[in-house]
């Protein structure tokens, strides 16, 4: 299966009143066709600020880009970053959607539910009201928006977070899109309703071959419906594999303390281990490696240079001084 999202060394610079800040400082990172890639990491370490690039949502006149982000669709390759806005009105929600956290910076709030989809279908498909109303309904229906012809009148403010979130779901959907980008989708939901959400995110895709990223501070998450995952910290990618990879043989430090902060079922009622100290500001390019301050392990050679990526073994990299290549420590 080829990549349906390449970044290569992407930069992401955001003009802020408070300066530049170095969001994004050289990102690669890989999605295949058809499968669930997860992006864990801490708070504030770019995980939306790189993937929102891939729908260009940034502010135009205060964003500065560098590297590219390379979508591989049938009708052959196209850097999002240089496509013409004409290209990417159409791209966002036919080619990729985007599902977020807070359902209501997305919806209308007077706007009816079902009148919400329709109007994207009928925008975006060119369907007429009446087939565009029956196409909703339906969507409603399958992913668990019930009754169907209630919800669609109803307005957003009469809905529960776990409805609103399928009211996104569907709106995602709408126009059978090739790739869902869902950014802390579950994060404020409870956890059954989390369960609930993440059981028809998995369905869906595996009904429509829909490749997905998917982010997330939650490990447990991770572990549950991805295929691989990349790990972020201060901006960059520090290490990336599958499943497997990350949970029984994580090779960067900032990883393993991720796991070992991660609180299991088991641990119920004992002290949870959290990881020293909070990832830097992002005001400044790295030069040497970010983690160093809060690694046990940093040396001399962490403190003065920014560490290469290195090939732990196929389709699993870090980026740490310590790593042989080959994944040795
Ligand atoms: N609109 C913005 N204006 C200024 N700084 C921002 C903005 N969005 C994000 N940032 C900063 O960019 C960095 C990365 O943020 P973000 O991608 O949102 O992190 P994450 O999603 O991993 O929590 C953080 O330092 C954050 O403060
Ligand atoms: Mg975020």
């Not at 776990?162 to 980008?181: D, F, K, T, Y």
């Amino acid at each position: 299966m080829g990549n349906i999202i390449e970044m290569k060394d992407l930069c992401v610079n955001l003009m802020t009143v408070r300066g530049i800040v170095y969001a994004v400082q050289g990102v690669d990172l890989a999605v295949k066709e058809g499968e669930v890639h997860g992006i864990v990491g801490e708070s504030g370490c770019g995980k939306s600020v790189s993937t929102k690039t891939i729908m260009r949502l940034h502010e135009k006149d205060k964003t500065e880009y560098t590297g590219s982000v390379i979508y591989n669709s049938s009708s052959g390759s196209e850097d999002i970053l240089a496509m013409s806005d004409k290209r990417m009105r159409d791209f966002r929600g036919k080619d990729a959607a985007m599902i977020f956290q807070d359902p209501m910076t997305s919806l209308d709030p007077i706007m009816k539910a079902g009148e919400q989809i329709s109007e994207v279908v009928r925008r975006k498909r060119g369907m007429g009201k009446k087939e565009a109303k029956e196409y909703v309904l339906r969507m409603f229906e399958k992913v668990g928006i019930l009754p169907p012809e209630k919800r669609y009148e109803q307005y957003p403010f009469e809905m529960s977070g776990g409805m609103l979130q399928r009211v996104m779901i569907a709106m995602a959907l709408s126009c059978e899109p090739r790739l869902i980008i869902a950014d802390e989708p579950t994060t404020a939901l409870d956890v059954t309703i989390q369960a609930q959400i993440l059981d028809l995110l998995r369905n869906l895709q595996q009904e429509n071959h829909t490749s997905v990223i998917f982010i997330t501070h939650n490990l447990g998450v991770v572990a549950e419906i991805c295929d691989s995952v990349s790990v972020m910290y201060a901006g960059r990618v520090v290490e990336s594999g599958s499943v497997l990879d990350i949970f029984d043989r994580p090779a960067h430090p900032y990883t393993q303390a991720l796991l070992a902060s991660n609180p299991k079922a088991s641990d119920s009622g004992k002290r949870m281990k959290t990881i020293e100290g909070a990832p830097p500001p992002l005001y400044a390019k790295f030069t040497s490696c970010p983690f160093a301050p809060r690694c046990p392990k940093a040396t001399e050679i962490c403190r003065s240079a920014l560490p290469p990526v290195k090939t732990v073994s196929e389709g699993h990299t870090a980026a740490c001084h310590l790593l042989n290549e080959g994944g040795k420590e």
